[in-house]
């Protein structure tokens, strides 16, 4: 496998960065195991948790697993290793989104559960990643107006909703699995999770890099042994598992369409596209990979193509998953090749329902040890983010603060929704994640707007996203429309300006050259500063230059430099 990833990556992107280093294949199997342990629970219980609410059969909900898992490999592959311009190409494992759980249900319930729901669900989940799909390919400006939606306070904010979120769900495992809670839990299972998180600490702390990079694996491994010596690790379920279990597509029939449904397929994918983004920027500030607009595109794309994938193999819809970004900042294993081979893993699980057994016999608070430490890494992901904004800001402070106020209510009042909206209503909103993203995207349209105020808030990246958004649809690189294209009264006003910042952006290191000739020959140094005067005085309006000018500011991908000008001191080649 190695081999062959090798081989593939000489035949893409050439690049020496760690997130392209294709590793020894003992480690790269590894590393993506614990990968698949890692988002596991995650990726199981929501095909679980819906296929319980319609009241599908043992047999049924089996399928349904292996459909999502296998469907999870090839879908982290394609997000990983890149397909064209699809897929991010950074270590991102795509799972199950938990934000179409409770919109799921209510639509299978509305359908009268069982199979025949699952018919309605698949075809909203199918039109929704088409949308999805080509969302990402919209015109340049159309998709502007859009992102600007998404500045890195939203992102931030729902990054770290989510961890925020999902700690509880890593806190139930721990404390024994949902059913025992209103009992109190089982405090063995407790016991186990503590013991777990202990030793993932204890190798965090005192293990060597690479016995830290597995911490999360033989935590894993560990908890469930003692487990299994104490008598509380089950593997009966293995040897009643079949060995083959092939995933077909539209295995329970062909999808239904219907528009409600769809509408809030909709949603959830608009959602789901905070989450990618933030998880992008997250992975990339990880990884240290500068993520530009290209990267952000391709990985909305691989979203949506996952996502109708999913439903033509009897899943649902995809996301770039926040677990894993937790596991890549505590690994610090930054090979995107590592994803590819747990989507290789993944597939395999999703084709051998006893190895899926073998998995799904870790014990719940072992799960549930090792995933709280996860989702505090996930929440601390999107904090990482929020760094990038000013805080100081009230306004600012008011949309991170209200949002994760908003997001914590379903789970403090989970009843509210249910007796006092709508079935659709309550479907919508009684999700933290939901309710937390609407409040952040609502809250900056209210303090920070979409034209200026909008534009000064949001990421480079997604300001710059649009330009590369055009140049896949064109085929080259599009010269952005204000500095090749202004109008003339703007190019005499800024003229001056222009001309003056031309010396400064095309020689960087001047200053430093001119300050050692000073040192090695003064009548140099003269020479140097008469010619720096010159170059400082304006000069007339030269069309020509200017828009030459442009043209150096914007690189091969499409994408807008003058920032990158700005911070390294030279114009992008």
């Not at 990833?5 to 199997?29: F, I």
């Not at 609407?438 to 996203?465: H, K, S």
């Amino acid at each position: 496998m190695a081999r062959v990833a090798a081989r593939l990556s000489a035949s893409g992107e050439q690049s020496s960065h760690p997130v392209d280093e294709v590793l020894p294949l003992p480690k790269l199997a590894l590393y993506g195991f614990q990968h698949v342990l890692a988002f596991y629970a995650g990726a199981v219980i929501v095909p679980i948790i819906v296929g319980s609410a319609l009241k599908l059969s043992p047999e049924q909900l089996v399928y349904l697993i292996n459909a999502d898992l296998f469907t999870c490999g090839i879908a982290s592959i394609i997000q990983a290793f890149g397909v064209g311009r699809v897929g991010a190409r950074l270590p991102l494992i795509q799972g199950v989104t938990f934000t179409a759980v409770s919109p799921m249900i209510a639509i299978g319930l509305g359908a009268g559960g069982g199979t025949a729901a699952l018919l309605v669900i698949y075809g909203a989940v199918i039109t929704a990643g088409i949308a999805t799909f080509a969302f990402a390919w919209l015109p340049a400006k159309a998709f502007r107006a859009v992102m600007r939606l998404f500045p890195p306070v939203v992102t931030g904010t729902v990054i770290t909703v989510l961890g925020i979120v999902l700690i509880p769900v890593g806190l139930k495992d721990a404390a024994g699995g949902a059913p025992t809670i209103a009992d109190g839990g089982v405090p063995t299972q407790l016991a186990y999770a503590g013991g777990t998180m202990l030793f993932i600490l204890v190798l965090m702390k005192f293990g060597g890099p690479f016995l830290r990079s597995i911490g999360i694996l033989l935590g894993l491994v560990g908890g469930t042994a003692v487990a299994f010596l104490l008598g509380d690790a089950k593997f009966g379920d293995v040897g009643r598992s079949d060995w083959i279990g092939v995933t077909t597509p539209f295995h329970f029939g062909a999808p239904k369409f219907e528009w409600f449904p769809i509408l809030l397929m909709l949603i959830v994918m608009l959602i789901t596209m905070v989450e990618t983004t933030g998880d992008t920027y997250a992975v990339g500030d990880i990884v240290g990979k500068e993520v530009d607009s290209e990267t952000v595109a391709r990985a909305l794309r691989a979203d949506g193509a996952a996502t109708a994938l999913g439903g033509i193999l009897n899943s649902f819809p995809y996301v770039a998953f926040a677990e894993n970004v937790g596991l890549v900042r505590m690994t610090k294993v930054k090979s995107r090749f590592v994803v590819v081979a747990a989507g290789v893993f993944m597939i395999v699980l999703g084709l051998i329902p006893k190895a899926a057994a073998i998995v799904a016999s870790v014990p719940p608070g072992v799960l549930g040890g090792a995933a709280t430490v996860m989702f505090g890494m996930v929440a601390l992901a999107g904090i990482q983010t929020l760094a990038k904004v000013d805080l100081k800001e009230e306004k600012n402070a008011l949309i991170v603060g209200v949002s994760v106020a908003f997001a914590l209510f379903p789970a403090t009042v989970p009843a509210y929704f249910e007796k006092h909206m709508s079935a659709d209503l309550s479907s919508l909103l009684n999700s933290g994640v939901t309710l937390g993203a609407t409040a952040a995207i609502v809250l900056n349209l209210v303090f920070n707007g979409l034209a200026e105020d909008g534009a000064r808030n949001a990421a480079p990246e997604v300001e710059a996203l649009a330009e590369a958004l055009s140049q896949t649809l064109t085929g080259h690189a599009a010269v952005p429309a204000q500095p090749a294209a202004a109008p003339a009264s703007a190019e005499k006003a800024g003229s001056a300006k222009t001309d003056a910042a031309k010396p400064e952006a095309a020689k960087p290191e001047a200053d430093q050259e001119e300050a050692a000739l000073e040192e090695a020959a003064p009548d140099g140094a003269a020479q140097g500063d008469a010619a720096q005067d010159d170059a400082a005085k304006p000069e007339p309006v030269k069309p020509e230059p200017v828009k030459a000018v442009a043209k150096a500011d914007v690189a091969e991908d499409g994408s807008v430099k003058e920032e990158e000008t700005d911070q390294a001191g030279a114009p992008a080649a």
